[in-house]
């Protein structure tokens, strides 16, 4: 199977700490790519990263990728209540779409305020 | 405004009932797709399309027809033979080497 973990399923924080979620893979992979799902709602796009990436940033997202471990984390830094949601690791393997993806049973992360 | 446009957003199916699931893209992308997700899971690919009239199946394609006879739209059939119909079915569209957008999601239940 290509399906990795993803841990935790849940993570409980409070508002301005930071919050991390890893993610691990079994074979290559072209990139990697971390989604949003808000409550019964569609995913949003957070943040592709590379095979020959090691980190990206987006605003206060970043993402680690080790290609040797086949691992990946995102970090969300200073959380608000609005981060509230569950996050998704997808990969995107070599030879195939940027599409088709196959995720991970996701972390979902609540922020107290 | 640009967008995947999913309906209808709930939908109920009988025991032995086909049912069809639209999906609309106005982004002008190549590509579009199918995923399922249960419950406290992550989704699954059931099917998905590179190009007008042509189509692959997913990692869990059994059950489900697709077709492709536009760009614009991919509508996926849930058939009778699919056992356990009852999901939350996600549509997406991407570019040649672009990021998935996915659409709102119709929530098909069986009654």
């Known amino acids: 199977s290509q399906q990795g973990e993803e841990d935790p399923q849940a993570l409980s924080i409070q508002e301005g700490e930071n919050a991390t979620m890893n993610c691990s893979y079994k074979t290559s992979i072209n990139n990697l790519q971390w989604y949003r799902q808000n409550s019964g709602r569609g995913l949003v796009h957070l943040i592709l990263?590379?095979?020959?990436?090691r980190e990206k940033h987006s605003g206060r997202l970043r993402v680690t990728l080790d290609t040797s471990k086949k691992s990946s984390s995102l970090l969300i830094t200073a959380s608000r209540a609005a981060d509230t949601a569950s996050y998704f690791c997808?990969?995107?393997?070599?030879?195939?779409?940027?599409?088709?993806?196959?995720f991970g049973q996701g972390t979902i992360l609540t922020v107290h305020p | 405004d640009g967008g995947i446009t999913q309906s209808p957003k709930y939908l109920f199916r009988k025991e032995g009932q086909n049912v069809t699931l639209s999906c609309e893209q106005n982004?002008?992308?190549?590509?579009m797709y199918w995923y399922r997700q249960d419950p406290g899971q992550g989704l699954r690919l059931i099917y998905y399309s590179q190009i007008v009239n042509d189509f692959q199946k997913g990692d869990i394609a059994e059950g489900y027809s697709v077709s492709r006879e536009k760009k614009e739209s991919f509508p996926l059939t849930v058939t009778s033979a699919q056992k356990n119909p009852t999901a939350f079915y996600l549509c997406a569209s991407s570019r040649q080497g672009g990021v998935a957008f996915f659409g709102q999601g119709t929530r098909l239940t069986v009654v």
């Open positions: 997808a990969r995107a393997y070599s030879g195939t779409s940027y599409g088709k993806l196959t």
């Open positions: 982004l002008n992308h190549d590509a």
């Open positions: 990263i590379r095979s020959n990436e």
